[in-house]
């Protein structure tokens, strides 16, 4: 059963730093995008970054650009989303999620495949 797992969030000030992590189980990704979504409360899910698996270039939001960096590490079959720079406006629930392709990486409907989010909260 492919799954993926996100761990590493949590309560953190502003101007901190967290590194989210997303454990791919079940296959590999090879020629597939990774992206990372958040959520907050009354709000539409966002895009934050993607990777994609095999060229390893990266896309950011530009709310983003700066202070977090996505990565990808074969052998651990995981993408990591570090984030520094912490804001208020930055508290959502991040998910993880995997698209079969390399045709685009900004909207969420085309990830097929999605973890179970993890919260970060950052205090001002």
């Known amino acids: 059963q492919v799954q993926l797992v996100e761990s590493g969030g949590g309560l953190v000030q502003a101007g901190g730093s967290l590194r989210l992590s997303c454990a791919a189980s079940?296959?590999?990704?090879?020629?597939?995008?990774m992206g990372w979504f958040r959520q907050a409360p009354g709000k539409e899910r966002e895009f934050v970054a993607a990777?994609?698996?095999?060229?390893?270039?990266?896309f950011d939001a530009d709310s983003v650009k700066g202070r977090f960096t996505i990565s990808r590490d074969y052998a651990r079959n995981t993408v990591y989303l570090q984030m520094n720079s912490l804001k208020a406006e930055d508290t959502a629930v991040y998910y993880c999620?995997?698209?079969?392709?390399?045709?685009?990486?900004?909207?969420?409907?085309?990830?097929?495949?999605w973890g179970q989010g993890t919260q970060v909260t950052v205090s001002s």
């Open positions: 990777i994609r698996w095999n060229t390893g270039s990266t």
């Open positions: 999620a995997v698209r079969t392709d390399s045709l685009g990486y900004f909207t969420a409907a085309p990830y097929d495949l």
């Open positions: 079940g296959r590999t990704f090879s020629g597939y995008t």
